[in-house]
């Protein structure tokens, strides 16, 4: 039996499965300097060991100033936002459903609900959600938001060298 052509696939399932940990991470932090201006810092990595429907990647940020109310709700849908940027220009009630099942039960205890309230639909979030699409559609924030996402895709590898103290995927303060 020939396995390249299953490892070649699966290497390719990885990088794409990085790149969206990457630009759901990012998503997060940058939305978070935005509404705090404090420092966040942001991780993904491969996950050791993986179950029938994982994902191969996983991502963390960690924040030191609590959210509430409005802001944590701005901050606890980017990441998902972040995933679906590719396909923001052709917005609509289909893909904004799609973006509120992808959002992950840690990302629902960022908004502070459970995913049992968010399933019945006590949590509304639209005008969050567009908002944040109208942000991720800005060119200027889009391109900071790709730089943030191959930064952490590139320290994840192992081969950045910038300034950024060591095991730490990014870490930055506003300017
Ligand atoms: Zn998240």
């Known amino acids: 039996m020939n396995l390249h052509p299953v490892i070649h696939r699966l290497k390719r399932l990885g990088a794409r499965?990085?790149?969206?940990?990457?630009?759901?991470?990012?998503?997060?932090?940058?939305?978070?300097l935005r509404l705090t201006g404090a420092s966040i810092t942001a991780r993904i990595y491969p996950r050791s060991e993986l179950w029938i429907g994982e994902k191969f990647w996983g991502g963390?940020?960690?924040?030191?100033?609590?959210?509430i109310g409005r802001n944590a709700r701005l901050f606890g849908l980017p990441g998902v936002v972040?995933?679906?940027?590719?396909?923001?220009?052709?917005?609509?009630?289909?893909?904004?459903?799609?973006?509120?099942?992808a959002v992950s039960s840690s990302d629902w205890a960022a908004i502070g609900a459970t995913v049992d309230q968010a399933r019945s639909g006590q949590?509304?979030?639209?005008?969050?959600?567009v908002e944040l699409?109208?942000?991720?559609?800005?060119?200027?924030?889009?391109?900071?938001?790709?730089?943030?996402?191959?930064?952490l895709i590139v320290k994840a590898a192992?081969?950045?060298?910038?300034?950024?103290?060591?095991?730490?995927?990014?870490?930055?303060?506003?300017p």
């Open 123 to 129: 949590v509304v979030l639209h005008d969050e959600l």
């Open 17 to 32: 499965d990085r790149r969206r940990a990457a630009l759901h991470e990012a998503g997060h932090a940058l939305v978070f």
């Open 133 to 151: 699409v109208e942000l991720f559609s800005n060119p200027e924030f889009a391109a900071d938001h790709a730089r943030w996402a191959r930064l």
């Open 60 to 67: 963390h940020v960690e924040t030191y100033r609590p959210l």
């Open 158 to 174: 192992g081969r950045y060298d910038g300034p950024i103290p060591p095991g730490e995927i990014y870490r930055r303060h506003r």
């Open 82 to 101: 972040g995933e679906y940027v590719d396909r923001l220009d052709e917005c609509d009630d289909d893909l904004m459903r799609d973006m509120l099942e």
